[in-house]
């Protein structure tokens, strides 16, 4: 699988543990930074990867920062992008199976690194459930995650 | 303070049980729905959850669904809104000092009551730490929250 990964600061190390670990799984994976030893910011890093994602550079996406929540929201600005901010493996496989998640968050503060990648593992591993469910509803959500209604006009754009 | 609850149809119980709890604490508690019994989308609650917020009529949200994950995935897409996924209180803590969180997410089938209750508790009764951070790195990750840079052209609203 072709898999983007990004961080802050706090996360580095958990990055390129886990990076090393699924290049030798035989993953093909981007390292979006941060170098170790840099302090960033953390929207910086996750707004580049939900880029890679949405545009399908990659397939899935692994955000990290210390507690997981700040890269975690950022990546979800994107309405493109489904990121599950998880600690344990059973919320990375619903959260595939529920709400065809492509980018899984970790605290590399608060989760360890077996755990972290047990969920990342969990995570790779799961389908989305939209074929035991004849009534469609998974999709519909998920398909509602797409158009939010919410854009005031306070928007501004980078771009 | 003024708090929103909003889950989906595996969160009534949650929902209504800390409803109660937060009004016994004093606190004015607005339940967006949906009743118990009634089969939902979840997105459909968090947007509404994040325009409360968004505009003032409550200090604070509280999101729940089944694993939390989507609805904390809905009520991002508002950039005003911060919303973190937790299942712990230390991670509820940090949401609020580094990330100024204004939505707290918890799922209802994988947290129980009372752990829930005490990342709520946490949540409500932490500061931002933007006064321990004369550098004000907080505030300038947390305002790039505001202006996230990727608005796709497939952008549609329901506005």
Same mark, same amino acid.
């Given at each position: 699988m072709r898999i983007a990964i990004a961080s802050d600061h706090a996360a580095t190390d958990m990055k390129a543990e886990i990076a090393e670990w699924l290049m030798d799984e035989g993953h093909e994976v981007a390292d979006l930074g941060p170098d170790a030893g840099e302090s960033v910011d953390y929207p910086d890093y996750g707004y580049k990867l939900a880029e890679v994602i949405a545009d399908g550079t990659v397939e899935y996406g692994i955000a990290l920062c210390g507690s997981g929540v700040g890269i975690s929201i950022s990546v979800n600005r994107h309405p493109a992008l489904r990121c599950a901010l998880v600690s344990e493996p059973l919320s990375a496989a619903l959260a595939r199976e529920h709400? @065809?998640? @492509?980018c899984i968050a970790l605290g590399a503060r608060l989760t360890g690194i077996e755990m972290a990648k047990s969920c990342v593992a969990t995570f790779l591993s799961t389908e989305f459930a939209d074929a035991d469910d004849p009534a469609g509803r998974h999709q519909r959500r998920v398909a509602k995650l797409g158009v939010p209604p919410i854009l005031p006009d306070h928007i501004e754009t980078h771009q």
């Open positions: 709400n @065809n998640a @492509n």
